[in-house]
């Protein structure tokens, strides 16, 4: 197989809401089309990518980097010794003349590449993307479906207690079991009131309510919240601090003893490793949440959950962010703890194919080859005007 050319692009997913830290009017992606010189019915076989919400596009980086160190590649540079496209020979060939550290949006670009890649190797294999991740790199018995949680409560213009409410029954409706919800944009009292309005949906369940900072406080507020919701037994409570904080959060758990969640926002080996190390979690009952597209993709992903394993962790305490079908199939492979989820939220990339069911807040990732963009029909419209 060749790679005969490439398109990238930038897309909006913008909303109205926003959490503690940021709104999201302006959010947007980067897209990525990877043709190759394979046929199915007739078609030229192509791999999609994209990047998670929460960043904006790297489209800029992607264009004047890394696709010209893949597409400049000779051809048998970016295939296994069986002949087949390999991911991760693709990865190092991109990753070349960059220096160590200064992740962030570089980051971003690599993964958006890594999953076309992924997308591609897969459809080359004609196998859906979970089932091709578990035979190259799991043990050969994927899951056959997933936990997944509604993820929401933000917070909005005229927004009220009611209307919060009326969203989780929604969520509750629609197959979801646990749901999460926005802290730390309004104050204490505020958020204490939202929380047990949240609750009062959930017949009282802490369990299945995580809520999520978005890294806003600072060590004294996230220790005064932590206080405040300790006796709800919340299944997560979520970045708290910012994430490079590691104190910060090493110290909360010290004195919160309910399950804590983070590191969607750290994009690299590094930096989860440094989370592990001083960071304070407890594999017994904490939660990683670094995200694949954000984060050199799964090739750099496989080295995370390899170096959390090494340190006593389970990958089901592994929760990706993203609510998408790429870090679904991850989960389903890897035998992950769940996937996250926005139901409506950040289209056309967001969320699962058209055809899913949650059920008992679990969802299959599907039988479409590679990762099944082609079942989410408005975004497989702007994936395919890339490059029709």
Not at 9 to 27: C, E, L, Q, V, W
Not at 290 to 298: I, Q, R
Not at 366 to 377: H, N, Q, R, S, V
Request: overall charge negative.
């Amino acid at each position: 197989m060749r790679i005969v050319s490439a398109r990238a692009g930038t897309i909006p997913i913008s909303s109205s809401m926003r959490n503690a830290y940021i709104d999201f009017s302006k959010m947007d992606c980067t897209v990525v089309a990877l043709v190759s010189d394979m046929f199915v019915d007739g078609k030229p076989l192509v791999g999609y990518g994209f990047n998670s919400n929460g960043r904006y596009n790297a489209t800029a980086i992607l264009e004047e980097r890394i696709l010209p160190r893949l597409l400049n590649a000779p051809g048998e540079d970016l295939l296994d010794e069986n002949g087949e496209l390999s991911p991760e020979k693709a990865w190092s060939l991109m990753m070349r003349d960059e220096k160590p550290g200064g992740h962030g949006e570089r980051s971003v670009a690599v993964g958006v590449m890594d999953m076309a890649l992924h997308d591609l190797a897969a459809k080359a294999a004609g196998v859906p993307l979970y089932r091709w991740i578990s035979d190259h790199y799991g043990d050969g018995d994927p899951d056959s479906d997933v936990f997944v949680y509604a993820a929401g409560g933000y917070y909005a213009p005229g927004k009220t207690l009611a209307d919060l409410q009326a969203e989780m029954r929604g969520f509750l409706d629609g197959g979801y079991e646990v749901v999460k919800m926005k802290i730390g944009g309004a104050g204490l009292d505020e958020d204490l009131r939202r929380i047990e309005a949240v609750l009062q949906v959930l017949d009282g369940d802490g369990g299945r309510l995580m809520v999520d900072a978005n890294g806003k406080f600072d060590l004294d507020t996230a220790l005064e919240y932590g206080r405040a919701i300790d006796g709800y037994g919340l299944f997560w409570y979520e970045e708290a601090g910012d994430p490079l904080d590691y104190r910060l959060n090493a110290v909360l758990s010290e004195s919160y003893a309910n399950p804590v969640a983070t590191g969607e926002n750290l994009f690299s080996l590094q930096d989860a490793r440094n989370l592990i190390r001083y960071g304070g979690m407890r594999p017994d009952r904490d939660f990683i949440q670094v995200d694949p597209a954000l984060s050199y993709g799964l090739t750099e992903y496989r080295r995370v959950l390899d170096m959390l394993k090494r340190h006593g962790w389970s990958s089901r305490r592994c929760v990706p962010h993203g609510g998408h079908q790429f870090s679904l199939h991850i989960a389903a492979a890897l035998k992950l703890g769940g996937n996250e989820s926005y139901p409506g939220e950040f289209q056309p990339t967001g969320g699962f194919t058209d055809d899913a069911v949650i059920t008992g807040g679990r969802v299959a990732p599907g039988d479409l080859p590679g990762i099944g963009l082609e079942g989410k029909a408005d975004f497989h419209k702007v994936l395919r005007n890339l490059h029709s």
